[in-house]
C-alpha cells in the first residue's frame, strides 16, 4: 500500500502570504496525485488534478507540482477562505486499484 | 449538474444492521465509479472502496474488507454502503464520491452522519 505523507502537520500564515504544502509518496504514484480542500462542515472540494491541473472553478492562486513521490501544493497569496485543511490523494496504477490519503495539513490564520 | 444527494443522519445502538444511500444524477450513472470515504470525529479522511455500476465490480480497501458492503441500484441510480454489525467505532462521516476520472473524486456527496451508541 502507498503511503502518502504530508508536511507541515499544521501551517499559521497570514492572508496575503504565500502557503506551501507538501506531500511524499512512499513509492511513485507518477502523476496520478490530487490535492483537496475541506472547510469546516463541509464536504471536501477537488483542487488539483493530475499533480498540476486545477480543477472546474479552482482560483489561479492555486497551484500543483511535482511527479513520482514528492508533490506542492502552493498557495501562491492566501485569500481569508483559504483557511481550511488539505489533503492530498493518489491511486495505484495498477489493479486492483487501491486509493490513499494523507493525513491532512490545517492552514491556519496566524 | 452532477449532484449526489446522500440518505440523512442516523443514530444506531451496536449490533443493529444499517444500510446508508447515495443517489447520483446529472450524469449517466453507469458510467462513473462510485465510491465510499470515512471521517471519523476530529480525523481524516479514509478511503473504503469504490464499485462500477455499469457491471457491479467492486473493490475494497483492505481495512474495510469483510466489514461493510458497498453496492449499487443501477436503475434508481442509487449506491449503498451497508454494515449488519454495527460497532460504536463506525461512528462517522460517510461521503460517497464519484467522478469522471476514476482516479480521483470529483464530486463528492454532503455526507451522512452515523452515531452508533449504547
Known amino acids: 500500500e502507498i503511503v502518502l505523507t504530508q508536511s507541515p502537520a499544521t501551517l499559521s500564515l497570514s492572508p496575503g502570504e504565500r502557503a506551501t504544502l507538501s506531500c511524499r509518496a512512499s513509492?511513485?504514484?507518477?502523476?496520478?496525485l490530487a490535492w483537496y480542500q475541506q472547510k469546516p462542515g463541509q464536504a471536501p472540494r477537488l483542487l488539483i488534478y493530475?499533480?498540476?491541473n486545477r480543477a472546474t472553478g479552482i482560483p489561479a492562486r492555486f497551484s500543483g507540482s511535482g511527479s513520482g513521490t514528492d508533490f506542492t501544493l502552493t498557495i501562491s497569496s492566501l485569500e481569508p477562505e483559504d483557511f481550511a485543511v488539505y489533503y492530498c490523494?493518489?491511486?495505484?496504477?495498477?489493479?486492483?486499484?487501491?486509493?490513499?490519503f494523507g493525513q491532512g495539513t490545517k492552514l491556519e490564520i496566524k | 449538474e452532477v449532484q449526489l444527494v446522500q440518505s440523512g443522519a442516523e443514530v444506531k445502538k451496536p449490533g443493529e444492521s444499517l444500510k446508508i444511500s447515495c443517489k447520483g444524477s446529472g450524469y449517466s450513472f453507469t458510467s462513473y465509479w462510485i465510491g465510499w470515504v470515512r471521517q471519523m470525529p476530529g480525523k481524516g479522511l479514509e478511503w473504503m472502496g469504490i464499485i462500477y455500476p455499469g457491471d457491479s465490480d467492486t473493490r475494497y480497501s483492505p481495512s474495510f474488507q469483510g466489514q461493510v458492503t458497498i453496492s449499487a441500484d443501477k436503475s434508481i441510480s442509487t449506491a449503498y454502503l451497508q454494515w449488519s454489525s454495527l460497532k460504536a467505532s463506525d461512528t462517522a462521516m460517510y461521503y460517497c464520491?464519484?467522478?469522471?476520472?476514476?482516479?480521483?473524486?470529483?464530486?463528492w456527496g454532503q455526507g451522512t452522519l452515523v452515531t452508533v451508541s449504547s
Open positions: 464520491v464519484s467522478g469522471l476520472r476514476s482516479e480521483y473524486f470529483q464530486h
Open positions: 513509492q511513485s504514484v507518477s502523476s496520478y
Open positions: 490523494q493518489q491511486r495505484s496504477n495498477w489493479p486492483p486499484y487501491m486509493y490513499t
Open positions: 493530475d499533480a498540476s
